[in-house]
C-alpha cells in the first residue's frame, strides 16, 4: 500500500475523547509517557503574527524552532505565513487568516506516520515526499476527503460555503465527506440501508485530479457535517454526487506555485538542533541567559534558510521564462497569473500579457505567442491590471 495523503474538505475535526478517565496509576504512565514520545512537528519558518495554542492550553508565538504536538492549533494573522516540517521530511506553509489543528502525529510499532491535519479556514500549500509504504498524511476541512500519492498541492478554504482542492504535482482522489459515517464499522453501514445508500454514493462520488487540475467541493456543513447517524438528512445520498465539481481550465495559480516552490526544508540534523534551542530536553523549559545565547544561532538557520528560500524563487522566475508553461489564449493566462498589462508601444501597436519578470531595463512579457521581450525605450504606456481573474 503507497503512501496516502487525504485532503479532507469535511467539518473540523476537534477533540479526541478520553477513554482512559478510569485508568490505573500505571496505565496511565504509560500513556503519559506514550504522548511525550509521539512525533511533532516544528516550526521552520515564521514571518508575521502567528500564534500556537498548545493541546495543554499554554500558547507560544509560532517562531523558529517550536515544536507541535498532536491537538495543538495554530493561527496566522494577516500577512502571516508559517512553514512546518514533519518528521519524514513532508512540510506545509499555512497561509495568511488560517486556522490550522494538529489533529494526529502518530507513530505506530512498525514505524509508519500518521499525520492529519484540520483547516478550519485559510489555505494550507503542502510538499508531501514521494509515497513511502503505509504512512498517511491528511489534510482535513470542512466538506471534502481526497487521497493523495506523494505530492505538492493547495487545500483552499478561504470561502466558508467550499473547499477548492488544486494539484500541482501528482494525483489526487476528491470525494465529499459525511461526518456521521466516520468511525462506523462495516457491519453498522451495511446494517442500515439508508447508511449504505448514502455509503455507496459516496464512494461513487470519487474524481480524480491530475496534475494542474483542481476541484470545488460545495456541500452545507449543516447537512455534510452532521455528526449524528439518526439525522442525516435524507436528500444527502441525492445531493453526494452534486457536490464535487472538477474546475475546467483552473489549476494551481503562479502565486500559489511559487508559495510552494519556496517552501524549503531541513536536515534532520538542523531539526534537532533547533529544538534543543527551543527547549531543554530534560527540564521541557529553559531560561532567558540560555534562551538569549541561542538566538545567534537561531539567526544563522534563519539567514540560511532565507538565502534558500531567494534562491528558489529565483529559480522558479528563470524557469517561467526558460521553460514557459502552456497558455495559449488569455484565458490560459488570466488563470494562471491573475491578471494581465497592456502594454502600449512607441509604435501604437498594442501587446497584452503578464510581465514575468524585469531584467535591466528588459521587459519579459509571457502573451499569448510565448515569451515577449520589449526594451522599455520601445514601451510608451502600460496599463496595469488591464484584465484581472476577478473580471471572469
Known sequence: MNKIISVASAVLMVGLLNAGACKKPAENADSANAKQNQPSAI???????????HADLTEDKASLGTALKEGDKIQTKANAKVDIQFGDGSAVRIAENSSLEF???????????????????????????????????????????AGVRGTSFVVDRTKS???????????????????????????????????????????????VLEKDESSIVKASDKT???KEVAKLNASLEKDIPKAVTKI???????TEEQEIRTIVTLDKTT??????????PKTGKIDEKTAAENESEKKKIEEELAKRQADELKRFKN??????????????????YEKLEKIVLVNKTTMIGAIVDQQGSTMIVHTEDGIKKINQDEVQEVIYDFQTKSDN
Open 319 to 336: 524557469v517561467l521564462v526558460s521553460a514557459p508553461k502552456n497558455l495559449k489564449t488569455k484565458q490560459d493566462l488570466v488563470n494562471y
Open 103 to 145: 489533529a494526529t502525529l502518530a507513530l505506530n510499532t512498525q514505524g509508519n506516520t500518521d499525520t492529519r491535519l484540520s483547516l478550519v479556514s485559510g489555505k494550507v500549500f503542502a510538499k508531501v515526499n514521494k509515497a513511502t509504504k503505509d504512512d498517511q498524511f491528511s489534510v482535513i476541512t470542512p466538506t471534502a476527503i
Open 43 to 53: 516550526v521552520v519558518f515564521s514571518v508575521g503574527e502567528a500564534r500556537i495554542q
Open 161 to 207: 460555503d467550499r473547499s477548492v482542492v488544486k494539484v500541482l504535482e501528482g494525483s489526487v482522489a476528491v470525494s465529499p465527506r459525511v461526518r456521521a459515517l466516520e468511525g462506523l464499522s462495516a457491519e453498522q453501514i451495511s446494517s442500515n440501508a439508508e447508511v449504505r445508500k448514502i455509503k455507496e454514493s459516496l464512494d461513487k462520488s470519487e474524481i
Open 248 to 254: 475546467t481550465g483552473s489549476g494551481v495559480s503562479k
Open 224 to 226: 455534510f457535517g452532521e
Open 271 to 280: 531539526t534537532d538542533k533547533l529544538a534543543k534551542l527551543n527547549v531543554d
